[in-house]
């Protein structure tokens, strides 16, 4: 069973950055297609994408963090980062690693079949 662990996340004043890590464990990066997620979801709001990499490197971004937030992985570690700079109020929500097989970076969110427990981040002014 993959399972998926984020950390990273706390809180930090507008214009600061985070860098959120997700740690997984019997996840096979070897697979033959493979996309990892993050995800994002405030009080009251649906849970929505915010940024994906797939096994050939391609990557997506929410309209809402483009220029703001960069999604890397490394392979080697299993982890993947989400580094999220100039961060502003209505970023604050609680985030989620999320990973599935035979996939391209989607942020959809049906696509994904695990997910992590979350990883709070709090943007104050």
């Known amino acids: 069973q993959v399972r998926l662990v984020e950390s990273g996340g706390g809180s930090v004043q507008a214009g600061g950055s985070l860098r959120l890590s997700c740690a997984a464990s019997?996840?096979?990066?070897?697979?033959?297609?493979?996309?990892m997620g993050w995800f994002r979801q405030a009080p009251g709001k649906e849970r929505e994408g915010v940024a994906a990499?797939?096994?050939?490197?391609?990557?997506l971004y929410a309209d809402s963090v483009k220029g703001r937030f960069t999604i890397s992985e490394d392979n080697a570690q299993n982890t993947l980062y989400l580094q999220m700079n100039s961060l502003k109020l209505e970023d604050t929500a609680m985030y989620y690693c999320a990973a599935a097989y035979r996939c391209s970076a989607s942020l959809v969110r049906w696509q994904y079949n695990y997910w992590g427990q979350g990883t709070q981040v709090t943007v104050s002014s």
């Open positions: 990499i797939d096994s050939v490197g391609s990557t």
């Open positions: 019997r996840y096979n990066y070897r697979y033959s297609s493979y996309c």
